[in-house]
C-alpha cells in the first residue's frame, strides 16, 4: 500500500471547500428544505399526533430536531461522494487521476471535505433551531458526542457515495439512487418517530438502517433520550462507517479513466 | 539519450487490437508525431505512456522506467494534455494551476513562481484570477498546456491539441507549442490526424494506421520518400519548351495535359529560375508556374491507399466505437 500524501489530501479538501463557499444557492437550498421540515411538518405533527413512545413532557420539536441534523447529514455526504462522478464526467477526475498521487490519499481528501461540508450544514440547521424554533441546546458533553456522531455518519455515506461513484459512468442513476436509497434511509432513520412503536417487519428494516443508529445518536447527544445504548449507535456506525471508507477506497481504486 | 522508449507494445481491448506491437524511440528535446485518423490507436499508446492504461503486451519506457512498474515515477516526469477538456470550470485559472502544483508536492515558493511563470509562457496572465467558465475554448487549451508545464515535466503529451479549434486559434497554439519546446527544452509528443499541423509541429512523424506504424521519419523524408516535386508551368508554347527540357538530365518526367506541362523533379524551388532562364533564352514566354510539394497527405495515402479523410469517412471506425460501448460498461 502506497503511503498516504497529506498535501493531496489537504488540496483535494481545499477544492471542495472553494467550491462549496462559493456555491451560495446550494448552501440555502441545503439548509432550507430541513428547515421547513422542522418548522412546518414538525410543528404541524406536534400539534395534531401523538407520537408513540415519547416520553410525557419531551417536546415533539426537540425529538425531531436530531433527526433532521441526521437528514442534512445524510444528503450532503450522499452528495460530497457522488460528486466524484461530477468529475469524472467533466473530465477532472483525469487531472487527478494521472497525478503521482495514491488513490487512498483522494479517497480521503473527499471524505475530509464532506464531514466538513456535512458539519457545516449541520451546526447551520442547529443553529437555526435552537434560536428560532427554541429547540432544546445541547449541553457540553452532549456536544461532543454530537461532533462524534456526525463525523461518523458522515464518513459512512461519503463512503458510500464514492462506492456508486466508481461504479456509475454519468448521472443517469442518480435518480434511482435517490428514491431507492437515500429516501428509504431517511424514513426509517426513526427520524420522525420512535423504532419501538414499529410493527415487527417494519422495526426488522429500521434496524438494518445504519442512519436508525446515528440518529439515535445524535438524539441521545442532543436530548439525553435514545431508543438504544448510546455505547451500541456507536459501535455499529462505526464499523458501518469502516466497512464503507473500504468500500469506496476499492471501488475507487478500480476506476478506468481515460 | 532516449526518452521514451517502446517495444512491441500492445493494448487489446475484449479480444480487438488497438494498439499492435508497436515500437519506436523519442529522443530528449524532440517534438514527435503521432499521425493517423481517428481510432488508429493513438490515443490509447498515450495513454499507456501516461499509465493511465496497462499494456497487454511489450514494454513502455518513460526517461528509463517501465510504466508497468513504477507509475508514480513515471508520473513526476510527464505533463499530459487530454484529448478532451480536464479542468475544473468552477475554479480560476490559477486555482487550477495550484491545484495541480500541490498535487505534485511543489513547495509554495516554487509553486507561485511556476505558476506565474508558465501562465507568462501561454499569456494567460491577466486572466488567471477569472473563474475558468468564462474562458473561451483557446484559452482552456492554452491553460491545460501551461498545467502540463508545471512540474516541471521531461516529456509533456499533446493529445490531439488543437482538436476543435479554428484556424488562428490553432495558429497560436502551434506557436507556444514551439516556443515551449524551445524555452524549457522539454520533449513533446502529440497525437493529430490533422497533417499540416505533424508537418508544421514535428522533427519527426509515425504514421500510425489499425494500431500499427506504417512509417515513421522527417517529415521532409518521409515526403521525398513517396514522390517529386511537380512543377506546373502555363506557356505561350508548352509543346516548345517540353522539346527544350527534354535535355535535362535532373527530370524525372514530364506531362503535356490541358494548357500546361507539368516536370516531376526533386527540389523544384531550386529548378524553377532554370526553367526560366532556358524558357525565355528560346523565347517561349511564361504565364505562369506553379510548385506543388509532395504533403505528409500523399504519404498517407501511399501507405494506405486512402486519404485520411477518406479514411474517416469510410470507416465509421469499429474499434472507437467498441472502446466507446466499454467505457459505459465499467462506469
Redesign the interface.
Known amino acids: 500500500m502506497?503511503a498516504i500524501?497529506f498535501?493531496?489530501v489537504?488540496?483535494i479538501w481545499?477544492?471542495e471547500m472553494?467550491?462549496f463557499i462559493?456555491n451560495k444557492s446550494r448552501i440555502i437550498g441545503n439548509t432550507a428544505m430541513p428547515f421547513f421540515f422542522l418548522a412546518f411538518l414538525g410543528t404541524g405533527l406536534r400539534t395534531s399526533v401523538n407520537i408513540a413512545g415519547l416520553p410525557a413532557g419531551l417536546n415533539y420539536l426537540d425529538f425531531l430536531a436530531p433527526g433532521i441534523v441526521g437528514m442534512v447529514l445524510l444528503f450532503s455526504s450522499m452528495f460530497a461522494g457522488i460528486s466524484v462522478l461530477w468529475?469524472?464526467q467533466?473530465?477532472?477526475?483525469?487531472?487527478?487521476?494521472?497525478?503521482?498521487?495514491s488513490r487512498v490519499s483522494i479517497v480521503l481528501g473527499r471524505i475530509v471535505a464532506g464531514i466538513t461540508t456535512g458539519m457545516i450544514q449541520a451546526v447551520l440547521i442547529l443553529m437555526i433551531a435552537v434560536l428560532f424554533l427554541g429547540v432544546h441546546m445541547p449541553d457540553i458533553p452532549g456536544l461532543f458526542y454530537l461532533l462524534a456522531f456526525i463525523v461518523l455518519i458522515s464518513v459512512s455515506f461519503v463512503g458510500l457515495g464514492i462506492s456508486f461513484a466508481s461504479?456509475?459512468?454519468?448521472m443517469h442513476g442518480f435518480q434511482l439512487i435517490m428514491n431507492f436509497l437515500i429516501m428509504p434511509l431517511f424514513l426509517l432513520s426513526g427520524a420522525f418517530f420512535t423504532i419501538t412503536s414499529l410493527p415487527g417487519w417494519l422495526s426488522a428494516l429500521a434496524h438494518i438502517n445504519p442512519l436508525m443508529y446515528g440518529v439515535d445518536g445524535l438524539r441521545t447527544a442532543l436530548i439525553g433520550f435514545g431508543q438504544l445504548p448510546i455505547i451500541i449507535d456507536f459501535a455499529v456506525l462505526l464499523a458501518f462507517a469502516v466497512a464503507m471508507i473500504s468500500l469506496g477506497t476499492y471501488l475507487f481504486k478500480k476506476?478506468?479513466?481515460? | 539519450m532516449n526518452v521514451i522508449e517502446i517495444d512491441k507494445l500492445t493494448k487489446d481491448f475484449n479480444g480487438l487490437r488497438a494498439v499492435d506491437g508497436i515500437s519506436f524511440s523519442v529522443k530528449e528535446g524532440e517534438i514527435f508525431g503521432l499521425l493517423g485518423p481517428n481510432g488508429a490507436g493513438k490515443t490509447t499508446t498515450i495513454n499507456m505512456l501516461a499509465t493511465m492504461l496497462m499494456p497487454t503486451s511489450g514494454t513502455a519506457k518513460v526517461c528509463g522506467i517501465d510504466v508497468r512498474q513504477d507509475q508514480d515515477s513515471v508520473r513526476r516526469y510527464i505533463g499530459i494534455v487530454f484529448q478532451d477538456p480536464a479542468l475544473d470550470d468552477q475554479l480560476t485559472g490559477e486555482e487550477n494551476l495550484d491545484f495541480h502544483a500541490r498535487m505534485y508536492g511543489m513547495e509554495s515558493k516554487i509553486r507561485k513562481k511556476r505558476i506565474d511563470n508558465v501562465l507568462e509562457i501561454v499569456e494567460l496572465k491577466d486572466r488567471a484570477k477569472d473563474i475558468v467558465s468564462k474562458y473561451s475554448g483557446g484559452m482552456r487549451r492554452r491553460l491545460e498546456i501551461a498545467r502540463g508545464l508545471m512540474h516541471y515535466p521531461k516529456v509533456l503529451f499533446l493529445d490531439e491539441p488543437t482538436l476543435g479549434l479554428d484556424a488562428q486559434t490553432r495558429r497560436v497554439i502551434w506557436n507556444y507549442i514551439l516556443k515551449l519546446n524551445k524555452r524549457e527544452n522539454i520533449t513533446i509528443i502529440l497525437t493529430t490526424h490533422y497533417m499540416e499541423e505533424a508537418d508544421y509541429l514535428c522533427n519527426r512523424v509515425a504514421i500510425i494506421d489499425h494500431g500499427k506504424i506504417l512509417a515513421i521519419g522527417m517529415p521532409s523524408k518521409l515526403k521525398k520518400l513517396v514522390g517529386e516535386d511537380m512543377i506546373s508551368l502555363s506557356t505561350y508554347d508548352n509543346m516548345k519548351l517540353k522539346k527544350v527540357m527534354a535535355k535535362m538530365k535532373w527530370i524525372r518526367n514530364m506531362k503535356l495535359h490541358d494548357n500546361f506541362l507539368d516536370i516531376y523533379t526533386e527540389s523544384g524551388e531550386k529548378r524553377i529560375p532554370i526553367i526560366i532562364r532556358e524558357a525565355e533564352s528560346n523565347g517561349i514566354e511564361v504565364k505562369s508556374v506553379n510548385l506543388r510539394k509532395p504533403t505528409l497527405e500523399d504519404v498517407f495515402l501511399h501507405y494506405t491507399g486512402k486519404t485520411i479523410r477518406e479514411h474517416e469517412a469510410s470507416s465509421p471506425d469499429r474499434l472507437r466505437q467498441h472502446i466507446r460501448i466499454r467505457h459505459r460498461k465499467t462506469w
Open positions: 502506497k500524501s498535501a493531496a489537504y488540496v481545499l477544492r472553494k467550491k462559493r468529475d469524472k467533466f473530465g477532472f477526475l483525469k487531472e487527478i487521476m494521472v497525478a503521482p498521487v461504479r456509475m459512468r454519468d476506476t478506468e479513466i481515460y
